[in-house]
């Protein structure tokens, strides 16, 4: 008796692990497979500091109407600039992405050299709500350790007074500038953002130490830095990697995936008659190799 019921034991869960219709067919039911996510650029917020390119292809728009404007240059790989420090925009491509490219303007050459370092963070959306509003990761670069970095830095930018005025800033430092009013080149009657409605506003992130100065002929140029940093040449194949990403602390953040980018102007700085740094995207893609 023993004997049989061991052997109805074993027999129940193999008979319950089939799949039977009422003619005891075996169906082989087929795994379902999740569609592929579709990928497509979006700018959820586009926040320049001022700066001579800001306001001058846009006029006076809502700031809904200046992310949907970033997305359509971006998506046609036309510059958009950030202007002076601070100033960034968020990117994302509405699934969560690995590695990405991101483009800009800089050049290196033997007539002189362009070079407007940019930060980039990554987000990912741990809440689930579709919106850039988790924690933001660094991304390591080449001056990340440097002791010429500022964390924790912050600008405040006033709206000039009349038309045609620089910017008037102030730091969390004690120090204070002007974003210059450059007549000969742009003329646009503010170069403070149409779409901020307040008047003053302050833009927060880590700086990087001016990289600006003259040749032995006395023109301006910025020089690259050596990796790590958007509209940069020395960031060779502007590739990002999300295995960058950096706690406060500089530890690892340890991200499998992202949801949100953030590229943001991280030098405090201007070239006398050629005006402000300011890094200049002028595309945002996914790595496809």
Known sequence: MKNWLKLF?????????????????IIDVEP????EPVYELVVYEYTPAPGQFINESTGDISAEEAAEWATERLKSESYV???????YMIVGFGS???????????????TGSSNEPGIVYVMQDINGNGLPDD???????????????????AVTYY?????GMSVKWK????????????????????????WIEEDSYTLRGTRLADNSGRNEFGQWYTYPLEWGY?????????????????KPDGSAANLSEIDFIKIQTAVCGKCGVLGEISTEVVSVRLVED
């Open 9 to 25: 034991a074993v027999l129940i869960p193999v008979a319950g692990s089939w799949s039977c219709n009422r003619d005891d067919t």
């Open 32 to 35: 379902i497979t999740p569609p």
């Open 81 to 87: 600039s950030l202007g002076a420090f601070g100033g």
């Open 96 to 110: 969560p992405i690995g590695d990405f490219i991101i483009e800009g303007n800089a050049f290196t050459n033997a």
């Open 135 to 153: 924690i933001w990761y660094e991304l390591r670069g080449s001056e990340s350790d440097s002791a010429t970095t500022i964390r924790d830095y």
């Open 159 to 163: 709206r000039p007074d009349a038309p």
């Open 171 to 194: 730091d969390n430092l004690g120090e204070e500038g002007e974003i210059d009013y450059l007549a000969s080149f742009h003329k646009q009657d503010y170069y403070y953002p149409s």
């Open 230 to 246: 958007v509209d940069n040449t020395g960031s060779n194949d502007n590739r990002f990697h999300i295995s960058d990403a950096i």
